[in-house]
């Protein structure tokens, strides 16, 4: 014979009796004005803890709620902040740049006034050979600047090089410092002549090219003494800044001195130049 199974009350009707209950005690209670006795007990029982169960859950919904708000509020500070850094760091490295080039003219206007006889322009160093040193680079000036083979070039104060090619809106200087560059020159305190070639090597080392041929039998010149353009350059005008002497040395035939030359241009920084446009017509090719 099949047992018979027992009936049971759903849960859920459990809960709604219980959820009705306590609301119809609580009505009651507040209607009769009950705050004395079982049922307000009861009630208090009930609803006391839920009540600071629910308040306690609120105030911590709250305060998450206000430190999201705040999170918020520092993430877009700090984002304003970080473009704020970013546009004062643009401004500054124009103005780095802006002082520089600044500089760079200032320095090419005080050149410009120390070699007042000659007419020059100023032209912008486009390009380059590869390496550390502008032994040969390429100027933003040409032909139709009045920019010609054999016009020297300035800058810092002195001699740069000479241009060998030319085209309508470039031109191409050949610095004093490449191997194949030789220049006449004159020690400025004695007046004699010496033979100044370029030496890539030597710029590597020490930052120096060297000089032959120098007459100086009675050793007068010294060590610092400043070497200009000689008269006797057959392409280059006289009297512009070469170098100063950084060592110097007796030949085996005690009749001629060498050495070495400290550039007065920095090779290895070259942003402007200023090309002299005029050429010096006599004489044979250096």
Same mark, same amino acid.
């Given at each position: 014979?099949?047992?018979?199974?027992?009936?049971?009350?759903?849960?859920?009707?459990?809960?709604?009796?219980?959820?009705?209950?306590?609301?119809?005690?609580?009505?009651?209670?507040?209607?009769?004005?009950?705050?004395?006795?079982?049922?307000?007990?009861?009630?208090?029982?009930?609803?006391?803890?839920?009540?600071?169960?629910?308040?306690?859950?609120?105030?911590?919904?709250?305060?998450?709620?206000?430190?999201?708000?705040?999170?918020?509020?520092?993430?877009?500070?700090?984002?304003?902040?970080?473009? =704020? +850094?970013?546009?004062?760091?643009?401004?500054?490295?124009?103005?780095?740049?802006?002082?520089?080039?600044?500089?760079?003219?200032?320095?090419?206007?005080?050149?410009?006034?120390?070699?007042?006889?000659?007419?020059?322009?100023?032209?912008? +160093?486009?390009?380059?050979?590869?390496?550390?040193?502008?032994?040969?680079?390429?100027?933003?000036?040409?032909?139709?600047?009045?920019?010609?083979?054999?016009?020297?070039?300035?800058?810092?104060?002195?001699?740069?090089?000479?241009?060998?090619?030319?085209?309508?809106?470039?031109?191409?200087?050949?610095?004093?410092?490449?191997?194949?560059? =030789? +220049?006449?020159?004159?020690?400025?305190?004695?007046?004699?002549?010496?033979?100044?070639?370029?030496?890539?090597?030597?710029?590597?080392?020490? =930052?120096?090219?060297?000089?032959?041929?120098?007459?100086?039998?009675?050793?007068?010149?010294?060590?610092?003494?400043?070497?200009?353009?000689?008269? +006797?350059?057959?392409?280059?005008?006289?009297?512009?800044?070469?170098?100063?002497?950084?060592?110097?040395?007796?030949?085996?035939?005690?009749?001629?001195?060498?050495?070495?030359?400290?550039?007065?241009?920095?090779?290895?920084?070259?942003?402007?130049?200023?090309?002299?446009?005029?050429?010096?017509?006599?004489?044979?090719?250096?």
């Amino acid at each position: 014979m099949r047992r018979r199974s027992r009936f049971k009350i759903p849960t859920k009707y459990i809960l709604l009796a219980l959820t009705v209950f306590c609301i119809a005690a609580m009505y009651i209670s507040f209607s009769l004005n009950l705050t004395g006795g079982p049922l307000n007990t009861v009630a208090g029982a009930i609803f006391g803890p839920m009540q600071r169960g629910i308040n306690v859950m609120g105030t911590w919904i709250s305060d998450k709620a206000d430190n999201f708000k705040q999170l918020n509020e520092v993430m877009a500070e700090n984002e304003e902040l970080k473009s =704020q +850094v970013e546009e004062l760091t643009q401004e500054l490295n124009e103005t780095k740049l802006e002082q520089y080039e600044l500089e760079n003219l200032r320095e090419l206007l005080e050149l410009d006034k120390q070699y007042s006889d000659y007419d020059k322009t100023a032209a912008n +160093v486009i390009g380059k050979d590869a390496g550390n040193w502008f032994q040969t680079f390429i100027i933003d000036k040409g032909s139709k600047d009045g920019i010609e083979i054999d016009m020297n070039v300035i800058a810092d104060g002195g001699l740069v090089g000479i241009v060998y090619d030319v085209g309508p809106h470039y031109a191409k200087v050949r610095s004093i410092i490449d191997d194949t560059s =030789q +220049v006449y020159g004159m020690v400025l305190s004695t007046s004699d002549n010496c033979v100044i070639s370029g030496n890539l090597s030597t710029m590597s080392n020490d =930052q120096v090219i060297t000089f032959s041929n120098l007459n100086d039998s009675s050793h007068k010149v010294q060590i610092g003494d400043q070497v200009v353009t000689s008269n +006797v350059s057959s392409k280059y005008l006289e009297g512009i800044l070469v170098g100063y002497i950084s060592t110097i040395s007796d030949d085996s035939n005690n009749l001629t001195r060498s050495g070495t030359l400290t550039p007065a241009v920095d090779f290895e920084h070259l942003q402007q130049v200023l090309v002299i446009l005029e050429k010096k017509e006599t004489g044979e090719e250096e």
